[in-house]
Structures are given as C-alpha cells and as structure tokens.
C-alpha cells in the first residue's frame, strides 16, 4: 500500500519553460552582482571553493568562477554548488515578488486531496533543497510548502541512480514498495523502480503516454492512483 509520494517537479509538478525561461536567466544575470556582494558569507564561501573544486580551478579569481557558473547555466548543469548558489539568488527574486513559481492547475488540489487521505509527500529535485522550498513556498497557487514532509537534492545522490532512491527511502523511514515516485523522466523512474519503489510516468502535454511505455504513465496529476502501480 501506498503511504508516501515522492515527486520530481520540472516537467512533472511544473513547467520546465518556467525554470529554463524565467529562473536560470533571472539567476545568471544576477549572479555576477551576487558573487561580489556577499563572498564574504561563510555559506557562499563555501560553495563557491566547492564549485572551483569540482571544476579543477586550483587558485581561480573571482571572475573565473562567476564565468565557470555562468557556463554551467547555459549548459543546464545540475552542480550541487551551482544549484545552491542559484537557490540563494532566488530567494530574493521570489521576496521582491518579480516571479512566482509556476505549476500545473490540478497540481495544488491533488497534493491537498493526498496529503487529507494521509499521504507523507515529499520532493526530489536537482534544485537545492533550499530552492525548493521558494518555489512551493511562493507558487502562482499559494504557499503549498506546509503540504511537504521532507525535501531532498543532489546531495542524496544522482536522479538517475538506485541508490538515491535507497538513501531517500531509507530517511523516509518506510520500506521503498510503500512509496511511489511521479516524474516526467524515465530514468529516473527507472532508478526508482530499481530500488523498489512504484513508479508512475507523467507526459505533460504536448508530451504523450509512449505505447511501448515501461512504467504506467498519465498525463496529469487527475491520472495518477494508487491501484496497479508498477513495481520492480
């Protein structure tokens, strides 16, 4: 029996042309100006030194690493040090009200309906946790952050590897064949599938449901239930 739903959120909660149009140019224009002003924080400190390390830039200037995150905006990366950068810039986007996070019309009752019917929801994304908690905290359909038991990132791991879905289970505190993972991204159903848990596969529109699909697929949160889900 389902007791918990795991959810991925570009494609599957919201728009990915809402992070891809309005976030990442919003965050690379600002970054620069970021980058200077609060270097001196511990927090940015930190992820900054992380960002140069995974790059290979041994003594980098300052200009060098706003260039190497600037570059990882444009190639859509999903570096842990550039994620939490680009969480922190939002914040101040999302409280000076120059966006609100975009997701699907049903989406927001759907959580609702589960989370009345005793469904633990969490959220696994590339996005940092941090970020995460802006976007559904400051969503076109209200503050949907209270619906949420738990946020998890690239620090637990790959999208794309069973282990993750081990570790996210694991913290979760129920067995994986109790969970069920919604995304838009087969391979990330297919790692969830690996470690156990159900998996269900959502084409937004334009997308459609593939005939030879390996995971049960729906086009909506309206299509997602709880009888018959796949398991590994």
Known sequence: ?????????????????????????????????????????????????????????????????????????????????????????????????????????EVSRKLQEWKAQGMDLYIYSSGSVAAQKLFFGYSEAGDLSRLFSGHFDTEVGAKRAAESYRRIALTIGRPAGEILFLSDTVAELDAAQSAGMHTIQLARVPAICPQDATHRCTADFDGVDFDGVNIG
């Open 1 to 105: 029996m389902i007791r918990a739903i795991l959810t991925d959120i570009e494609g599957t909660t919201s728009s990915i042309d809402f992070v891809k149009d309005v976030l990442f140019p919003y965050a690379r224009k600002q970054l620069p100006a970021f980058v200077v002003t609060h270097a001196d924080k511990p927090e940015v400190q930190h992820w900054l030194h992380e960002a140069a390390k995974e790059a290979g830039l041994v003594s980098a200037t300052q200009q060098e690493v706003i260039d190497l995150l600037q570059r990882w905006i444009d190639d859509d990366s999903k570096a842990t040090p550039l994620k939490a950068l680009q969480g922190m810039i939002w914040e101040q986007g999302y409280r000076d009200g120059e966006f609100r996070a975009h997701v699907y019309p």
